[in-house]
């Protein structure tokens, strides 16, 4: 697939700015000077008093956040609380209605780093028609990969996802389960430093669970930032930093073990209950 000028995920970009139309040297000059850092990266993600409305509802509620570089940051809470519309904004689907946010340094919705992150939606972001071999490649051509770096990259992701005897399946043939795992390698593929991943486990049985939580600990030894959503208090709990959220608002932040001393709890199930009941009360 020779891509000269791609349309980079079309999502991805229509919500974060005029740029619909993203040529590969564009993306390839990623890592020059970026214009709109006002801070440099002193942290890979920063948010202060992010928002986001719909209509009447508040779906992020002057959200202050800070995430550091090399960090596992699980984000933790109900349908509705506002995780995946955090994710959204960092990444540049949506539009905030207040409040500004940087990642890697860089304004959102960010352009000189486009090449640096990669995203996880909950919903399938993969081509049906094309097999798991052509959605990956794409990808890689997205990013100007080389071929060579490619096919290195290719094998690493498709064993850790465990679909290596199946690479010129077309996606169409495949489970829901298996394509969740497709739409992980595709955010990867490009070995990017700051990583969103959207209930990346869901719809995974729990032996490759494990094999998944490895390889992001695996990234974060790299120096890789992952932020994640999670609904399993099991996965939630070998994150280096939890962010508990709850009607858009984050009402606790800090390791796991903390979050638990603080609120003289066994888990972290118990600990965001006991969270929740105070700022309600």
């Not at 990444?91 to 905030?96: F, P, T």
């Not at 100007?144 to 850790?160: C, G, P, Q």
């Not at 990583?195 to 990234?219: A, I, K, Q, S």
Request: negative net charge; proline residues 4%.
């Amino acid at each position: 697939m020779p891509f000269r000028e791609v349309t980079f995920w079309r999502d991805f970009l229509e919500g974060s700015g005029p740029w619909e139309r993203v040529q590969v040297s564009e993306v390839s000059k990623a890592k020059t000077k970026n214009p709109r850092s006002l801070e440099g990266e002193k942290y890979a993600i920063h948010a202060h008093k992010l928002r986001k409305e719909f209509e009447d509802l508040i779906a992020v509620d002057d959200l202050d956040l800070k995430i550091g570089h090399g960090l596992l940051y699980g984000m933790i809470g109900p349908n509705g609380s506002g995780k995946t519309t955090t994710i959204k904004m960092l990444v540049g689907l949506l539009r905030a209605t207040s409040g500004k946010a940087y990642v890697l340094g860089e304004e959102v919705p960010i352009h000189h780093n486009i090449a640096r992150i990669g995203y996880m939606p909950q919903e399938m972001a993969i081509y049906t028609d094309l097999t798991i071999h052509e959605n990956l490649e794409l990808f890689s051509e997205l990013y100007s990969m080389d071929s060579h770096a490619f096919e290195r990259r290719e094998k690493e992701l498709l064993t850790v996802i465990d679909l290596l005897d199946r690479r010129d399946s077309l996606v169409s043939q495949l489970s829901g389960g298996m394509r969740h795992r497709v739409s992980l390698a595709c955010a990867l593929v490009h070995d990017p430093e700051v990583v969103f991943l959207d209930e990346p486990t869901v719809g995974v049985d729990p032996e490759l669970r494990v094999g998944f939580w490895n390889y992001f600990h695996d990234l974060k030894a790299k120096g890789k930032t992952v932020i994640l959503t999670t609904h399993y208090m099991d996965e939630a709990i070998k994150c280096d930093v939890v962010g508990m959220m709850r009607l858009g608002r984050l009402i606790g932040e800090g390791a796991p073990r903390e979050l638990m001393a603080a609120t003289s709890t066994s888990d972290l199930e118990s600990a965001f209950m006991t969270m929740a009941r105070k700022v309600e009360s």
